[in-house]
């Protein structure tokens, strides 16, 4: 099998996961279509990015400006959703009642505005020419003579850099573990794993570890980010509401501790990625 193929097959799988959760209107779109839709973007500008010379360099950078945009809108729908799953649970206990229906009007409120941007950004003209260059690329991306290169020889040079970015970020991490360094270590193993999965039907179970390992390490560091977030958000909830400070404090204060914790022990699961990325390699290259 070629690179192009290869990457011809993956970014139309994308395409098709988009449209089967991106095409309903806006309020009626569930948490679940709103998390696939993004996930499908989001790894198709991680293509993009990993397999950047396979393809013609101005279209790429323009489509991935537009997925970001687009994926943005509906990031923001999604973060009301995370925010949900995570603090309600919690706060929807009989000891904190009240907390918890603050907390549901004030989601219920966020998502609605979220939803309507989002509504009003599919009829856009940039939102139409984004269709258009996601059919493009579904059927025809303008790839370079390169993507004609043999895949088993050519995918792990392409993966190096994912995994070189994602080794500098954990560096980055060591020396200052603050959450913009967490979060881009987020992203870099989040991009290693897309291109690790891509990989799996030609570099077998091997680039199938590397991606679960990759998995782990991204949903360690999500986990991380969404407390952190949470806790942020519970306080200015907390500062419009007098009454409801105290227990807003409590919950925040909770995912205070959660995000600690996570943003401490992030290192075995980097470590289980190293080696998984070295036993790749060194198969690879028997």
């Not at 799988?13 to 709103?34: F, H, K, M, T, Y």
């Not at 291109?195 to 991380?224: I, P, T, W």
């Not at 501790?257 to 028997?286: C, F, M, N």
């Amino acid at each position: 099998m070629d690179l192009g193929s290869l990457l011809r097959t993956e970014l139309a799988g994308c395409v098709a996961a988009l449209d089967e959760n991106d095409r309903d209107v806006a309020d009626e779109r569930s948490p679940d279509q709103i998390h696939d839709a993004r996930v499908a973007l989001r790894r198709i500008r991680s293509q993009l990015r990993t397999f950047a010379t396979l393809v013609d360099p101005v279209w790429a950078r323009e489509v991935r400006a537009d997925i970001a945009w687009y994926e943005g809108l509906l990031g923001r729908v999604r973060d009301c959703d995370v925010l949900a799953a995570g603090l309600l649970g919690r706060a929807g206990s009989r000891r904190e009642p009240v907390a918890a229906a603050a907390i549901t009007a004030r989601l219920a409120t966020e998502r609605a505005s979220q939803l309507r941007l989002l509504a009003d950004g599919r009829t856009s003209r940039r939102y139409l020419a984004l269709r258009s260059s996601l059919d493009e690329l579904a059927c025809r991306p303008p790839l370079r003579p390169r993507a004609a290169r043999d895949a088993s020889t050519s995918l792990l040079p392409l993966l190096a850099r994912p995994w070189r970015d994602l080794r500098e970020s954990a560096r980055a991490a060591t020396r200052s573990p603050d959450a913009e360094a967490l979060h881009t270590l987020r992203i870099r193993a989040k991009q290693l794993r897309y291109g690790a999965e891509m990989s799996e039907a030609v570099l077998g179970d091997d680039a199938r570890a590397l991606a679960g390992a990759c998995a782990g390490l991204q949903g360690h560091l999500g986990r991380y980010r969404d407390a952190g977030a949470a806790a942020a958000w519970l306080r200015c909830l907390a500062s419009g509401a007098d009454d409801l400070g105290p227990p807003m404090s409590v919950l925040a204060s909770r995912q205070d501790e959660i995000a600690s914790t996570l943003g401490t022990t992030w290192r075995p699961l980097y470590k289980k990625v190293r080696h998984s990325w070295r036993d790749l390699g060194r198969d690879a290259r028997r």
